[in-house]
């Protein structure tokens, strides 16, 4: 069974998902939720580990709003 390698479609080529922003503001709140309910004993790992994650995806959405801002500006 070894040996085989995944097609350029398949997810398992290890590329990360392309996401629209709709997508992005999803995984956002459910990454939100996760963090708010998180127990006391969950490690500082995951802990660093999440909020890093929603901090790049704020940045994401943040960015893609100027960038969309932008360009309805200069439509006429």
């Known amino acids: 069974?070894?040996?085989y390698?995944?097609?350029d479609s398949q997810f398992s080529d290890r590329m990360p998902i392309k996401r629209?922003?709709?997508e992005k503001k999803r995984v956002l709140i459910q990454l939100r939720?996760?963090?708010a309910g998180l127990k006391p004993w969950v490690s500082d790992?995951?802990?660093?580990s999440l909020a890093r994650r929603i901090a790049e995806l704020e940045k994401e959405i943040a960015a893609a709003r100027k960038t969309d801002g932008l360009?309805?500006?200069s439509r006429p």
């Open 1 to 3: 069974m070894g040996g």
């Open 5 to 7: 390698r995944s097609h």
């Open 71 to 73: 360009n309805r500006s």
């Open 20 to 22: 629209n922003l709709e």
């Open 45 to 48: 790992e995951v802990k660093t």
């Open 33 to 35: 939720d996760q963090q």
